[in-house]
């Protein structure tokens, strides 16, 4: 039940008038900043903070807590303050609203970064900001009381899936969603993480149970493969033993906490419940540990405490891209901009990318790395139950990918250094290709990414418009990967990973900027051709045509 249902009428409506007043601000304030060339402020910024180095953590840090992870306390915690401060709209808003009422900044921060913001110009509502801040410690050490407690049920009365009924050795996925672990008695067509995982020749061959976090999900097989629900934080300790070595470091951890309020070391209570869940891991018994664990790069910012444990405990670690869509902003006339590195507080031992360019991405940007290892195309989600089943009478059929625009408060909300992903150029992207393609009679299939309800209302408008005939909309849930599969050609927007994947099943393959604003020689193509405005569209199309020999069903 959300909170403001609680609430009388008339307080919901000075509420909800309050923030759309402030909404309006941080959209003029938006705008500004992008008449004045300064996008890139929020983005600079959330780097300056990235820079603090909280040597008092790396001092004053307890081996208790930290464990295997004590080796560089402050590097942890400084990319758990990244994920969960600063990889947020609330962040942003926060930062543009100050700009652009004049008001002081009030936002969740510790000390170190409220004097880091001081310095670099910002008034900051330094009350205000303490106030957000200790109630944010309180609510993430009282997760940390109820994660343990959690533990307590499962190993005692729940017992969710006993040791003994384990099959080791195991991998684990984490942070998956239902699409990435459907499996239909006929597997054979489906490319999720689960069956690239088979097939990867870099697996563990003794690994035969594959374990996930997706609620609701029953048990199944395929081929040799078992696949189970067993997420992480509800693990057992697999024995009594196990479970009262925990308990003795539970009742320490919690003698530190009373010696930590008294001396503000505010990290013991930020990261407490990482620290649980790490030491359910350091205590386990061995077969509740898996082989492999697997992370996706939206978890980059943050290595989790338990990894290090898991690792300690000869697991493999693993990091990997299911995309190639960069992070960094597009290169200009003058270069890339230096805009900072989100990423350089990232390390990981073992990370798995697509080809040589995200190799380099990856040496590029992260803080440190073990090994790089480069294994293709990665799959990670599928719906099987999604197909096409279209005759198009030898047409030439064309995939289009484009990235959806967000409405513009949401835009504005991102903070991103970079405005292209605005709806003039979404729709532009689209009514340029119709009009080529109209020309020569081919059909475009046109995927959206997944439904998205900050939809632009301009962008949404237009589709209605977009589609016909020759112009077809496909079901947003159906995979890139099985679309790729029906078509001849594929057109994308700059830089999603369709035009990778496509140039993987050796289709023809451009990046699509109708204004001309992307540079040919951007490494985040990897080195797919990027095709710039209507008339190099046209040519492109005319020599697909010629060079196929399809002019019997497609008219030059």
């Known amino acids: 039940m959300k909170i403001n249902s609680l609430l009388p009428k008339g307080i919901n409506k000075i509420i909800a008038k309050k923030q759309r007043n402030k909404l309006r601000v941080v959209i003029r304030c938006h705008k500004k900043l992008k008449a004045q060339g300064r996008l890139f402020l ?28 004590s080796v560089n306390p402050s590097l942890v915690v400084s990319q758990y303050l990244y994920k ?17 009422s004049g008001n002081p900044i009030r936002y969740p921060l510790p000390l170190e970064w409220i004097e880091a913001l001081e310095k670099e110009g910002y008034r900051v509502d330094r009350l205000s900001c303490k106030i957000q801040w200790i109630s944010i410690l309180f609510v993430y050490f009282c997760f940390g009381i109820y994660r343990a407690l959690g533990l307590l049920k499962s190993t005692i009365i729940i017992r969710i899936r006993p040791a003994n009924e384990l099959v080791s050795p195991a991998a684990y996925f984490n942070n998956l969603t239902y699409d990435n672990v459907q499996l239909p008695l006929d597997h054979k067509d489906v490319k999720n993480i689960l069956t690239w995982y088979a097939q990867w020749n870099g697996r563990n061959k003794k690994i035969k149970n594959l374990q996930h976090n997706v609620k609701n999900f029953n048990e199944t097989k395929f081929d040799d ?27 320490k951890a919690l003698l530190i906490c009373v010696k930590d309020i008294m001396l503000f070391r505010w990290w013991t ?75 350089k507080l990232s390390t990981w031992p073992l990370v798995l990318v697509w080809d040589k360019y995200q190799e380099q991405y990856v040496k590029r940007l992260f803080h440190s790395y073990g090994v790089i290892e480069i294994v293709g195309q990665i799959w990670f989600s599928s719906n099987p139950v999604i197909n096409i089943d279209m005759d198009f009478k030898k047409k030439i059929v064309v995939g289009v990918f ?124 990897h080195g797919i051709p990027v095709v710039n405005g209507i008339k190099e569209l046209q040519l492109w199309v005319q020599s697909y045509i010629k060079q196929n020999n399809k002019l019997e069903d497609n008219t030059l």
């Open 225 to 251: 493969f078992s696949v189970s629900y067993v997420p992480i934080t509800q693990l057992n300790m697999g024995s009594l033993k196990a479970l009262f070595v925990f308990l003795n470091w539970l009742i």
């Open 402 to 525: 484009d990235v959806h625009p967000h409405r513009t408060s949401w835009f504005c909300s991102m903070g991103g250094p970079d405005d292209y992903y605005d709806s003039k150029v979404a729709i532009q992207f689209l009514k340029d290709i119709k009009k080529v393609l109209g020309e020569y009679s081919l059909v475009s299939l046109h995927k959206r990414k997944r439904n998205n309800p900050y939809l632009h209302k301009k962008y949404k408008l237009f589709l209605r418009t977009f589609y016909s005939e020759n112009n077809i909309s496909i079901n947003p849930d159906l995979s890139a990967y099985s679309l790729i599969e029906k078509v001849d050609l594929v057109i994308s927007m700059p830089f999603t990973s369709t035009g990778i994947i496509a140039n993987y099943q050796n289709k023809p393959s451009i990046y699509y900027d109708p204004f001309g604003d992307i540079q040919k020689d951007d490494i985040a193509a």
């Open 84 to 100: 969960s401060l600063l990889v947020t709209t609330r962040f942003n808003k926060a930062i543009l609203y100050s700009i652009g």
């Open 42 to 69: 929020i983005a600079k910024l959330k780097d300056t903070l990235s820079d603090e180095k909280f040597k008092r953590i790396n001092k004053k840090s307890s081996k208790t807590l930290f464990g295997a992870s």
């Open 269 to 343: 209570f930020l990261l407490f419940e990482q620290f649980v869940q790490a030491a359910i891991l350091r205590y386990s018994t061995q077969n509740m540990v898996a082989a492999d664990y697997l992370l996706h790069h939206n978890e980059v910012f943050y290595r989790p405490i338990w990894t290090y444990e898991v690792e300690k405990r000869n697991a493999r670690v693993i990091l990997y891209f299911y995309s190639t869509n960069n992070t960094q902003s597009f290169k200009n006339i003058n270069g890339y901009p230096d805009v900072g590195n989100i990423l």
